[in-house]
Each structure stands twice: as C-alpha cells, then as structure tokens.
C-alpha cells in the first residue's frame, strides 16, 4: 500500500513524518526555556542528547585548545633554552676577555673536547697545539684559578693534566700569612699542601695561591681555599687540605700561558751530563 505524498511506500512516510516531529522538537527546545511555554515540554526527552552531543563538541574543543597550549609550551621552552645559552655564552666570553685583559702575560684560549679516564692517564684533551703556539710544560689556567699543565702537544690538541690529578705538583702559598708548601693530589683526587711550617696559623677558609717558587706557574694564580688542616707529626709540617676554586670535571673552556715552564728533567740531565 502506498501513500499520497509523492508515492513513498507508508513505511518510508512514517518515518519521515517522526524525523520532522523530532526536529520540530529540537528547534522548540532551543527557542524556549522550560517554564515558560508548554511546547519546550516537547524537547525534554532529547534534552539528555542534546546535552551529550554538546559536552562532545565541548570535549574535541577543550582537547585541540590543550594540543595547542602544550605546542606553544615547547616552543617557549626551546626559546627559552636558546636564549639561556646565548647569554651563558655572552657572560663567558665576557669573563674570558676581562680575564685576558687583566692577565700580565699572552693567553692562548682552547675549548675542552674530552676527558680522559684515569686509566689511560687522566686529564684533558684541548683544541689547541702547536700551531697556537702551545708547547709542553706550559700552565693552564680558568678565570676561577689554576687548571693544569700541557704535558703532550700535536700540531692543533694539547693532553693537560689537571691539578687533581696524581703527579701533579706545584709550589703554592697560604695568602693571608704567606705560608708555603707543595701542592699535590691524592690518588682519590683530593689536594693536599705538604711541607707547610708546623707553626702556621691557618684557618678554613683562606686562600691558597700559586707561590711563583719553582718556575712551574707564575705567582699569584688562584688555587683554592683551605678545607682542613691535618697533623702529621712525622714530617714536622702541617698538611693542609685544599678545595679548588674550578670544578675540574666540567670544564668547557680553558686559557694557555705562553710562557714556557722549565722541564726540570731536562736540567737535571744537564747537571748531571
């Protein structure tokens, strides 16, 4: 059996005809609040799908606003880190120039390009040789202080070993009361003053520098300060702990002396040839 309008099968009509109630219901619900005319009580039955379907389009919107914020946070945080590291850049370099301008002799500046493990003997391996005009036995030093002393050089890298580092030693000096001694390191990294006069007053705290004696590094470089004093009878000194001012094991960047220390072993061949 078919109806009149525009020769659907009845079944079809039907369904058209509850399609346009439905919508009829919608539009109704949507004009009119509830309470105020009898027709918006022909939309509460597709009040709990309307307010689904909202809270879904509520959802798609809140989460591709939430993609967004987190992409512009990433992009903040990468320019953020740019922008640290151009000015740790601007206030090394700084330093660095300061430091050459304030420094009596001729730098030569070189960037560390690595670590060395103890077991293949310690130290640093620089970007600069002797085309830069390094040559062994020459000091090596940071704005904080004293580094090391170029023991092997090529034609552009230098081995440095640094001042924690056994078979290290260098004349320092205690600045308050000037009292001397041998600086070295121990085999666990640590440094110690030996042969410092039994009577020294010393206190943590005080300021360890290079002494000039011994022709290894020039006077008045920056070492440390003292940590503690031990007491060793039997070599009739004090021994003094000393805390470097450079953290050793993150250096980046390091400056050459082009002043030449002695090799003492040369002249005690010399002496004895």
């Keep these: 059996m078919r109806s009149m309008a525009h020769g659907l099968p ?31 009580l022909l939309g509460l039955p597709l009040k709990p799908l309307r307010d689904f379907a909202v809270g879904i389009t509520r959802v798609h919107s809140l989460v591709n606003e939430n993609s967004i914020l987190r ?4 992009e903040l945080a990468y320019e953020n880190a740019v922008l640290r590291q151009s000015l740790k850049s601007m206030l090394e370099d700084s330093k660095l120039v300061n ?11 070189a960037r ?3 670590y060395l493990d103890r077991r293949d003997g310690g130290g640093v391996i620089i970007d600069k040789g002797s085309k830069a005009g390094v040559s062994s036995n020459m000091v090596v030093i940071t704005p904080a202080g004293l580094a090391g002393i170029v023991t092997k050089i090529s034609s552009t890298a230098s ?6 580092e056994p078979g ?9 009361g000037g009292y001397t001694g041998i600086l070295s390191a121990t085999p666990d990294g ?11 007053k010393i206190s943590p705290g005080d300021t360890v520098v290079t002494s000039g004696l011994g022709m290894i ?16 009878p039997e070599k009739f000194s004090k021994v003094v702990e000393v805390k470097p001012f450079e953290d050793l094991r993150h250096l980046e960047d390091v400056a050459i002396i082009l002043r030449k220390s002695p090799d003492f072993s040369k002249i005690l061949d010399d002496m004895h040839s």
């Excluded at 004009?31 to 918006?40: K, M």
């Excluded at 640590?190 to 020294?200: C, K, N, Y």
């Design 217 to 232: 590094a020039p006077e008045g470089i920056p070492i440390g300060t003292v940590v503690a004093t031990l007491s060793e």
């Design 71 to 74: 992409s512009r946070l990433t």
């Design 159 to 164: 081995h440095v070993r640094l001042i924690d």
């Design 190 to 200: 640590r440094l110690l003053m030996e042969w410092v006069a039994p009577d020294a």
């Design 168 to 176: 290290y030693r260098v004349s320092a000096k205690i600045g308050r």
């Design 112 to 114: 560390i390009m690595t």
């Design 99 to 109: 430091f050459a301008k304030d420094y009596p002799d001729t730098l030569v500046f």
């Design 10 to 40: 009845l079944g079809e009509f039907l369904v058209v005809i509850i399609l346009v109630g439905l919508s009829l219901q919608i539009m109704i619900f949507d004009r009119y609040e509830v309470g105020y005319s009898p027709l918006a």
